[in-house]
């Protein structure tokens, strides 16, 4: 399949190559707040796929800071971008023209992400987490390195 254009013309190829990315958490349950600082990379993965590798440090409340990396393999066919963790299952898809808010159920926890792209090349997402055992909001932001 091939990837198609979305919002004014971008495609899967504006997003390939380096970010640097900030991610700031309010753990409202805990009390304490969190600061990722790191990278993210977006290389190709036939045409219409990305593989997502992000790493960093992150630093919660005031413990030692952790190194920290997460993968994901994006999907950027038919008008929208389906996320999947590294091992393949379905995580989130959306509409990136729209502020469709995605929603990932994780029983007990639901996950909700709002992303948006109107300040291209630099985007935002807005995760918000609740659940019995959780209740925080991750802000991060990414910006061409």
């Not at 007990?108 to 985007?123: G, K, V």
Request: proline share 3%.
């Amino acid at each position: 399949m091939t990837e198609s254009k979305w919002l004014n013309g971008r495609s899967r190829d504006d997003f390939l190559g380096d970010w640097l990315l900030t991610r700031r958490i309010e753990d409202r349950r805990a009390g304490q707040a969190g600061l990722f600082e790191g990278t993210a990379r977006f290389v190709a993965d036939g045409d219409s796929g990305a593989i997502y590798d992000e790493s960093g440090m992150l630093q919660i409340g005031s413990a030692a800071p952790l190194k920290a990396e997460r993968r994901y393999l994006y999907d950027f066919s038919v008008g929208l971008i389906t996320i999947r963790f590294a091992d393949g299952r379905d995580f989130i898809q959306f509409n990136p023209a729209s502020t469709h808010e995605a929603v990932h159920a994780c029983d007990p926890d639901t996950y909700r992400a709002r992303h948006d792209f109107s300040r291209w090349p630099q985007w935002h997402a807005v995760w918000t987490v609740t659940g019995p055992r959780k209740d925080y909001t991750m802000r991060s932001l990414w910006q061409r390195r």
